[in-house]
């Protein structure tokens, strides 16, 4: 059965943005939401995950949970999805020392 999904890709390739305007609309820049088979949301997760490149791409789709929802993350991000007794909240990664800008 179809469902409604919606993912978020910022700065991947264009060929990436390219094949996901095949299957879902671009709402606003990098927002792409449709409905779709599941079938159909993995295999274009799938290309999502192996091409987002340096970019970050979320994917978020109905469930049967407590929150109604799954979400799943590729790429390089900040924000990092933790299992909390079954809810799913957003946690951040904190800047390495290497990686920090000086002030």
């Known amino acids: ?5 919606a993912i ?3 700065a991947v390739p264009d060929h990436l943005r390219g094949a996901l305007t095949r299957w879902l609309l671009e709402v606003t820049p990098d927002l ?3 409905t779709v088979s599941a079938k159909v949301r993995d295999e274009l997760w799938t290309s999502v995950a192996a091409s987002t490149g340096d970019g970050t791409a979320v994917l978020i789709h ?3 949970n407590e929150q109604g929802f799954t979400l799943y993350t590729a790429g390089s991000h900040r924000r990092e999805p933790l299992d909390f ?3 799913t909240l957003i946690g ?3 800047e390495s020392q290497e ?3 000086p002030l």
């Open 62 to 64: 109905p469930a049967d």
């Open 1 to 5: 059965m179809p469902s409604m999904i």
């Open 32 to 34: 792409y939401v449709g």
């Open 92 to 94: 951040f990664r904190r």
């Open 99 to 101: 990686t920090a800008k």
């Open 85 to 87: 007794e079954g809810m």
């Open 8 to 10: 978020s890709a910022t």
